[in-house]
């Protein structure tokens, strides 16, 4: 199953790309992580992997990151895996003037055994979910309280 997703930022990228390249603001705009935990490598970085927990509906959500590429500051892809499967996303960010930024992300879900069936019932709260998340990032950076 394939999503793209797409908001506009009223900030510049360079402050766009240091909200999101910070992984203590994740909290902030994913209310459902639980931890991020470096595993390996430099957070953010190729190669790297770190392991995030989600509350999600009273059930605990191990999902495993590993960065695949990077392009500061307007590119930032990696594999996503959890129990239920693999989605890789690709984040990319495009300034439009000194004063607004697009971020664009592309999802691509690989689902695994009896959630290969469920996956289409599941993209309507899919997007749901992560237009949700853009748009508190969105806020976050727009009302500066990003730790940058």
């Known amino acids: 199953m394939k999503l793209k997703f797409e908001i506009t930022i009223d900030a510049s990228l360079d402050k ?17 992580l639980d931890s991020f935990t470096p595993v390996s490598g430099i957070p953010g970085q190729p190669d790297a992997v770190s392991e995030l927990v989600y509350r999600e509906n009273g059930r605990k959500i191990i999902m495993t ?3 695949t590429e990077r392009r500061k500051p307007d ?6 895996e959890t129990e239920f499967g693999k989605t890789l996303v690709v984040n ?6 000194d004063n607004t930024t697009r971020w664009q992300s592309w999802c691509n879900f ?5 959630m290969r069936f469920f996956c289409l ?7 749901k979910r992560t237009e949700a998340d ?7 950076v727009e009302t500066e309280n990003a730790s940058e």
């Open 16 to 32: 766009v790309w240091a909200a999101f390249d910070n992984p203590d603001n994740m909290k902030k705009w994913q209310p459902s």
């Open 65 to 67: 990151e590993t960065i």
């Open 75 to 80: 590119f930032l892809a990696g594999i996503y």
């Open 92 to 97: 990319r960010f495009e300034s439009i003037d």
């Open 110 to 114: 690989k689902f695994r055994g009896v």
């Open 121 to 127: 019932f599941l993209a309507g709260s899919i997007r």
């Open 134 to 140: 853009m748009g508190r990032f969105k806020l976050l």
